[in-house]
């Protein structure tokens, strides 16, 4: 078993525990009501986070805590791991997160920022001001190898649509 924490855009945030065998499933129903999820990890890869795939697309609610937390725009419910076993492996079982996620302290501290109107906006109107209209470019093989490694198109990348 995996002790993961499901933030919900609700507010309400709870353990869950994930199965040793077909634990895709579970994160499946929990996150993306048993369709498609994806997987962000926040800028130093302490945590990892499974969420519905098409969820800005369908229009989810904004996720406070998950946002701040993986310091990227997020919608819908998300379940948090670490993302590495006990023994330091990113390939495995026991993703377990540190007993500090589950204490009073820090689920109070998410609740409130879950009921903070002023993240909230501030978030939902990121959301609406994002571009997601499908872009092209034509990368010379330096642009492309520059683009591998920020994952930033170069400024002085072709736009071709």
Known sequence: MTRALLLRTDGTHRRVDLPDK???????????????????????RRIRGYLHD???????????????????????????????????????YDYDLDDRWFDGRTLLTFKEISADESIRKALEEDIRNMDFSHHMFSLTEEQ??????????????RRVS
């Open 22 to 44: 077909n634990a895709h499933v579970t994160v499946s129903q929990l996150v993306a009501d048993g369709d498609a999820f994806d997987c962000v990890h926040d800028p130093e």
């Open 54 to 92: 098409r969820g800005l697309i369908l229009g989810l609610s904004v996720n406070p805590v998950a946002s701040l937390l993986f310091n990227m725009n997020l919608v819908g419910d998300v379940l948090v791991t670490n993302p590495h076993n006990h023994k330091g492996e990113a390939d495995g």
């Open 144 to 157: 492309m190898k520059e683009y591998l490694v920020s994952g930033e198109i170069p400024p002085d990348a």
